[in-house]
Nanobody, 121 residues
Framework: QVQLVESGGGLVQPGGSLRLSCAAS????????MYWVRQAPGKGLEWVAA????????YYADSVKGRFTGSRDNAKNILYLQMNSLKLEDTAQYYC??????????????WGQGTQVTVSA
């Protein structure tokens, strides 16, 4: 039974920092690309960061590059998102997701329940 459980969200002031965690279970975490995706109020889903399988190479949306850092601890089966220099526009529900890959295409096959990040003065 695959499970992804996000935690670490909360209320933070602009310029502040927050670290999100995603605890994974029920699958061989090390062999999967993982992602952070967010949904701001009134907006659609926005890809934030990708973390490659095994060695954790990272890729970021332009909106967060230089401020956010994704990482993974394969020994603990935990995905992280360190968020620094937070802005009002970072306010969103943050999800971690697992990539499903086939010969022809890939998509997110499992999602966590999400954790709310609110940036407000």
């Amino acid at each position: 039974q695959v499970q992804l459980v996000e935690s670490g969200g909360g209320l933070v002031q602009p310029g502040g920092s927050l670290r999100l965690s995603c605890a994974a279970s029920g699958f061989d975490f090390i062999n999967y690309w993982m992602y952070w995706v967010r949904q701001a109020p009134g907006k659609g889903l926005e890809w934030v960061a990708a973390i490659s399988a095994t060695d954790g190479r990272t890729y970021y949306a332009d909106s967060v590059k230089g401020r956010f850092t994704g990482s993974r601890d394969n020994a603990k089966n935990i995905l992280y998102l360190q968020m620094n220099s937070l802005k009002l526009e970072d306010t969103a529900q943050y999800y971690c997701a697992r990539e499903h890959i086939t010969q022809y295409r890939s998509w997110y096959d499992y999602w966590g329940q999400g954790t709310q990040v609110t940036v407000s003065a």
